[in-house]
């Protein structure tokens, strides 16, 4: 059961900006990092922003994080075709003791 | 390059026993916290169990507690996952994935293995 809120899919066309939200609360969100993670079709996810909004080596600067209080955005400018996936937010919940998942966008490249 | 390599998924009846093992390779494994992570087909992911690098320390989702145990062998830089009393609502796709340095506590994974899938049937 997911507890982070994510709309369930966003697209764009090729070159546009894609933002995506992620609504948590004061036990996740608004107390600890966000993080987003990248899955391509038929792949394992793939760490693409840590601590609310730094970049792992290796990922383009296309991809940006925010945090605002209890909800988080990843946004995608200058959009490809090989952005075409599921993002998921995480963070950790200090209710539950444990890392919360959001429940997922899919993006579509038009 | 770091690697990880899951292995032990299958088919199995409801109420039966499976375990999971992760090989890994390409970093100190004794130094990492580890993770599981599941995915049912077409759905979201749900964090399992997480395991310090001692393995002195275990978080686990409600959902699986008193089923499901994690464990590591640093010797042999093999994480596992016993998983008893399985019901059909356990399967998934069963990720093994490596805890940024410091983030035991935290969402942050930043190497997964490929997954390896677990079917139970009713």
């Known amino acids: 059961q997911s507890v982070l809120t994510q709309a369930p899919s966003a697209s764009g066309t090729p070159g546009q900006r894609v933002t995506i939200s992620c609504s948590g609360s004061r036990s996740n969100i608004g107390s600890n990092y966000v993080y987003w993670y990248q899955q391509l079709p038929g792949t394992a996810p793939k760490l693409l922003i840590y601590k609310n909004n730094q970049r792992p080596s290796g990922v383009p600067d296309r991809f940006s994080g925010s945090k605002s209080g209890t909800s988080a955005s990843l946004a995608i400018s200058g959009l490809r075709s090989e952005d075409e996936a599921d993002y998921f937010c995480?963070?950790?919940?200090?209710?539950?003791?444990?890392?919360?998942f959001g429940t997922g966008t899919k993006v579509t490249v038009l | 390059e770091v690697q990880l390599l899951e292995s032990g998924g299958g088919l199995v009846q409801s109420g039966g026993s499976l375990r999971l093992s992760c090989s890994a390779s390409g970093f100190t494994f004794s130094s990492s916290a580890m993770s599981w992570v599941r995915q049912p087909p077409g759905k979201g992911l749900e964090w399992v169990s997480t395991i310090s690098s001692s393995g002195g320390s275990i978080h686990s989702a409600d959902s699986v507690k008193g089923r499901f145990t994690v464990s590591r062998d640093n010797s042999k830089n093999t994480l596992y996952l016993q998983m008893n009393s399985l019901r059909a609502e356990d399967t998934a796709v069963y990720y093994c994935?490596?805890?940024?340095?410091?983030?035991?506590?935290?969402?942050?994974?930043?190497?997964w293995g490929q997954g390896t899938l677990v079917t139970v049937s009713s």
């Open positions: 995480a963070a950790w919940d200090d209710s539950l003791s444990g890392p919360v």
């Open positions: 994935a490596k805890n940024c340095l410091g983030g035991e506590t935290s969402g942050c994974l930043d190497y």
